[in-house]
């Protein structure tokens, strides 16, 4: 009798709407009130990291071996860091007071959730990670860090971001991104970049 009661009970709540907690609507103001003067382009972007770019932070700042790594919050240094002491050299808001209790439990359920950026768009990774599914082999393609040659023979290893208007957007080993026009890579790499963009 009880199994049955707790069955009925989940088949329930598998019919109300629950909306997740998101980035935009739930993490985004938390960000703009501690971090926006060291982290947006707005003000000054540092470290590589910017709040208020959300492709950047859909592509390539949420990733399973990333800063913030859906599902895994003790993992996800993003969030580390903002819990060490204040005094720590790596504590973040790096000139700020701490961020509130629940703010930070906020913080954490998002991650917990899968990061989503935008829950009333969500891309189709994004809908994966809600639906719990893997992504499979074609997201450790996109984590992986690829030769890319130029035209004219020189050659870098970067991992991939995104593919917009003819234009590749590369991530370097420490985290720098550039955008490459397309017409400038060799053909192996233009087809590398639309192999890749396929896949996002």
Not at 4 to 27: E, F, T, W
Not at 94 to 99: A, N, Y
Not at 135 to 148: A, Q, R, T, V
Request: with cysteine; charged share 30%.
């Amino acid at each position: 009798m009880k199994r049955i009661v707790v069955l009925l009970a989940l088949s329930q709540l598998g019919s109300v709407p629950v909306r997740a907690v998101d980035y935009v609507s739930d993490v985004l103001p938390i960000m703009k009130e501690h971090c926006w003067s060291c982290h947006s382009n707005e003000e000054e972007v540092k470290g590589n990291l910017a709040l208020d770019d959300l492709d950047e932070m859909r592509d390539f700042t949420i990733r399973e071996f990333s800063l913030i790594r859906p599902g895994n919050p003790d993992e996800s240094s993003f969030l580390e860091k903002m819990l060490l002491p204040p005094g720590d050299n790596d504590f973040m808001p790096r000139k700020g007071d701490p961020l509130p209790k629940a703010e930070l439990d906020l913080i954490r359920k998002w991650i917990v959730e899968g990061a989503i950026v935008d829950a009333k768009n969500p891309s189709e990774k994004e809908k994966a990670r809600l639906a719990g599914t893997e992504m499979g082999p074609d997201e450790d393609e996109l984590l992986k860090f690829h030769s890319w040659t130029n035209t004219e023979g020189r050659a870098i290893e970067a991992r991939f971001l995104r593919l917009v208007d003819e234009a590749v957007t590369l991530v370097m080993r420490d985290g720098k991104s550039y955008q490459v026009p397309l017409a400038t890579l060799s053909a192996d790499s233009q087809a590398l970049a639309r192999k890749l963009g396929e896949k996002k």
